[in-house]
């Protein structure tokens, strides 16, 4: 198959924003987008906001990228802060105090609020309003400007109930297909001027998990790679080998330290325990259980027990 050379002259910097600006440009979560657009489209026939959105999921799918196309495609402005940042009641409520009429307020990692400022905003969700205590005693409702909550996060457990309920929509970030993840590849080569054709992409969709930020990191490094070894900025059958060979990706994605892992578990004469294998890996039990095994358990080479860890030959 010819390839023809794309012009990369303002393609190269890694600068340039990639993530999509609407949701024909957003691969993939297509129930999701449906239902939102319904929603953007029912909010500008009756000049109202749009009900509260709660997106969880793991992270790198795209959850911050999504509320930003919900306030482009519905032409309200945007307000993004962080669950962790907020630490006092007069935070949020100086935060809702500012917000315009159907302005969005996105809080990422929306389950690290602490219970008392959960409780401000769940009664500015339902009500508009905002409940001051007074000096002298008793207390007040002050109204504030409607607006679009949009939560992210990735333990949507450690919620409460109550802020819960409050959500009109809520959306669960599924895992990419084969497809999908071609078509991240594709589109993300293109951005960068790397060209490549169809078999050798679907060979590249088999080397990386189904998360989009991973696809798109794998992208960047296959770009770096290419244009230090070649001119032409055309990713071929050889070059394609050199790189993963380079950068030691593996089955499924599995890097040096997921082979590590199980070699670990091959060698040991009994199953391991998360702080057994986090020792010989140099590393915390956390960054075991959150970073190595669950590509491990999905691509079934591990398996949990009540004893430990135990290698799925």
């Not at 997106?55 to 802060?81: C, D, E, L, R, Y």
């Not at 819960?164 to 669960?172: A, D, E, G, L, M």
Request: hydrophobic share 40%; proline share 4%.
């Amino acid at each position: 198959m010819e390839i023809k050379k794309i012009n990369t002259e303002k393609l190269m910097n890694i600068n340039q924003s990639w993530r999509p600006d609407s949701f024909d440009e957003f691969i993939g979560q297509e129930h999701i987008k449906w239902v939102i657009k319904t929603a953007i489209a029912s909010g500008k026939m009756r000049k109202w906001n749009i009900g509260h959105i709660l997106f969880s999921g793991p992270s790198g799918f795209g959850k911050t990228t999504m509320a930003h196309i919900i306030s482009k495609q519905g032409n309200v402005n945007i307000k993004a802060v962080t669950g962790y940042a907020i630490t006092k009641p007069a935070e949020i409520i100086s935060i809702l105090n500012n917000l315009e009429t159907g302005d969005i307020l996105f809080i990422d990692e929306i389950h690290r609020l602490k219970p008392n400022i959960e409780e401000v905003l769940y009664i500015a969700m339902e009500d508009f309003v905002i409940d001051m205590v007074m000096p002298e005693g008793g207390n007040v409702r002050i109204p504030i400007n409607p607006f679009t909550l949009i939560g992210a996060t990735t333990k949507s457990e450690e919620l409460s109930q109550p802020i819960k309920n409050r959500f009109v929509y809520h959306f669960h970030f599924m895992e990419y297909n084969q497809t999908e993840k071609e078509t991240l590849i594709t589109k993300y080569l293109k951005h960068y001027g790397i060209a490549a054709d169809a078999k050798l992409i679907k060979i590249m969709a088999d080397k990386v998990g189904a998360v989009p930020r991973e696809i798109h990191n794998l992208c960047i490094k296959i770009r770096d790679f290419v244009i230090t070894e070649t001119k032409e900025k055309i990713l071929t059958e050889h070059l394609r080998e050199q790189f993963l060979i380079h950068s030691k990706i593996e089955e499924g994605g599995m890097t040096p330290l997921h082979a590590k892992y199980l070699e670990i578990l091959e060698t040991a004469d009994r199953p391991l325990g998360v702080k057994a294998i986090a020792v010989q890996l140099w590393i915390n039990e956390k960054a075991v259980e959150e970073d190595v095994e669950p590509l491990l358990l999905k691509l079934g080479k591990i398996e949990k027990s009540a004893t430990g860890r135990i290698l799925i030959s």
